[in-house]
């Protein structure tokens, strides 16, 4: 196990407040935690006595459970709230969920919402830790997290590496985070999407811009491939869903052309046909199903570094 002294805070928010050192330890952490999961008995006494609430506003599959197995693994209680079946129901604010929950002696609440900043506003208003799983546009520190230690294990260092994130860059808290990620820990992060899909001025964040996926992928190690995000409103913002395909889809037409060993991540829910031809999100350069696994291990070490931090962010 890292030394984990030099990791002081109670609260995961975004990978914008940390530091290179910071996301190498999470990095480095999950390491350790990793061959719990390959154990018979896939449990270590970490957060025994600990009670984790997850609270999700939004519908999800994998972070969701990947939290709840994370938390089992540690030997935490674990408690799952829909907010659309609780008292959110009735009108009762986060805040008030949140301190109730604080009341009710839990030590870790996990927050979905669809607002960004949900996160962040919480942990102002308690004292208990508080674990960002995706809020709004904004962040979805976990799941970039997944992705660089996914990387990581794969290719064996991110300083360095050209990695491209294609699709709704606009409305993609997993892109924010990624390019927080990488770019604070040396990689070359390109986003290409069609205009209307990339937000103002988001160079200043590091990234660069290229409206062609060919030309992007010239280059990469990596791609990470967004989903369309129906559910929110895109209409005007791409032709239609087979030019978008045609343009920007990663196929194994447009793999044939780039890196041999070009590493495919996705974060999903995938939208076969779309974003990505299945023959790709099933063939060999794909890696989704590995970063769902590798998401336990970094679940497991942001849960087990929260739980010792003490400072808000
Ligand atoms: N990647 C991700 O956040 O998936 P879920 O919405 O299923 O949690």
Same mark, same amino acid.
């Given at each position: ?122 942990? &102002? ?47 993609? &808290? ?124 970094? &679940? ?14």
């Amino acid at each position: 196990m890292k030394n984990m002294s030099s990791w002081t805070k109670k609260d995961l928010l975004g990978l914008y407040e940390l530091n290179k050192e910071e996301i190498e330890l999470i990095l480095d952490t999950a390491d350790s935690f990793k061959e719990i999961s390959t154990r018979e008995i896939k449990k270590v006494p970490a957060l025994r006595g600990k009670t984790v609430v997850n609270l999700f506003y939004e519908p999800s599959t994998r972070t969701r459970v990947s939290f709840e197995v994370a938390a089992k693994r540690l030997s935490a209680d674990v408690i799952n709230i829909a907010a659309q079946e609780s008292s959110v129901k009735k009108g009762e604010t986060i805040i008030d969920t949140g301190t109730n929950i604080q009341a009710l002696k839990a030590d870790i609440i996990v927050i979905r919402h669809d607002s960004s900043g949900a996160a962040a506003m919480l942990s &102002r208003h308690v004292n208990i830790s508080v674990v960002n799983a995706g809020d709004g546009w904004h962040e979805h520190p976990t799941q970039a997290l997944l992705d660089i230690f996914t990387l990581r294990e794969k290719i064996g260092k991110i300083k360095g590496l050209h990695v491209v994130i294609v699709g709704d860059i606009s409305h993609s &808290r997993v892109a924010r985070s990624n390019i927080w990620g990488l770019t604070k820990l040396g990689a070359k992060v390109t986003v290409c999407a069609p205009p209307m899909l990339i937000p103002e001025e988001i160079e200043k964040t590091g990234a660069q811009v290229c409206h062609d996926i060919d030309e992007a992928l010239k280059s990469a190690d990596a791609v990470n491939v967004l989903r369309m995000q129906f559910e929110r409103d895109l209409k005007g913002a791409f032709p239609n869903q087979h030019e978008y395909f045609k343009k920007f889809g990663i196929t194994k037409e447009r793999l044939e052309k780039v890196k041999k060993g070009i590493i495919v991540m996705h974060p999903g829910p995938l939208n076969r046909g779309i974003e990505i031809s299945s023959e790709v999100a099933d063939g060999a350069n794909s890696v989704i199903l590995e970063q769902v696994t590798n998401g336990i291990a970094v &679940r497991m070490a942001v849960l087990f570094l929260v739980s010792q931090g003490k400072e808000k962010p």
